[in-house]
């Protein structure tokens, strides 16, 4: 039976961060930040920037890694929601304001940003072995997360691990490509 192991991430997990938040975004990842790459410089090598830079809201440093026998086979991404969160900035993309509303709505939550596994790794446990961790480290808000209506496997494994949801908002697309019509807010208390 092979071994799961679930730890902090390194700067050396940078590229694998990157990768399983690309996997959990359908997309979204690559087509915001195309709209604000500094002209001249390369995507990818832009956004695996902001996996590494350890004060970063992506950054490999608020992420725990699932590895199987030694192999990294999942990753999730947390952060903290302030007890008093700050008004959302009006200069906001509109893409991300949906979001920031409904996070700005769980004070002292544990936000799951991303939660990805590879493929072979599904249906296995590591996605739950990975929210269990996360629920380990629950604010005094519970934990909760923003999940895309359209992502039927993601709700299922949420549902299953006691995430309820809590509120909706609309998806503002802006050009993104996604079957998706609502963002939706789950909290595990």
């Known amino acids: 039976m092979p071994s799961l192991n679930i730890r902090k991430a390194t700067a050396n997990d940078a590229t694998f961060v990157l990768e399983m938040s690309e996997v959990a975004g359908h997309g979204f990842l690559p087509h915001f930040f195309k709209q604000v790459l500094p002209k001249g410089q390369d995507l990818r090598g832009f956004m695996l ?70 493929p072979e790794a599904r249906g296995k446990g590591v996605g739950t072995a990975l929210i269990e961790s996360a629920k380990v480290q629950a604010g005094s808000g519970g934990v909760a997360l923003v999940v895309s209506d359209n992502n039927t496997a993601a709700l299922g494994l949420y549902e299953k691990a006691g995430f309820c949801e809590a509120r909706r908002r609309p998806i503002v697309a802006q050009g993104w490509e996604t079957t998706g019509t609502e963002w939706i807010l789950m909290k595990n208390p």
């Open 49 to 118: 920037s902001r996996v590494e830079n350890p004060q970063g809201k992506m950054s490999y440093t608020k992420c725990l890694i699932a590895e199987v026998d030694g192999a990294c086979v999942g990753m999730i991404n947390l952060d903290l929601i302030a007890e008093n969160p700050e008004p959302i900035d009006p200069d906001l993309p509109p893409m991300f304001r949906p979001l920031a509303e409904l996070e700005a709505s769980v004070p002292g939550a544990l936000i799951i940003e991303f939660l990805a596994t590879l």
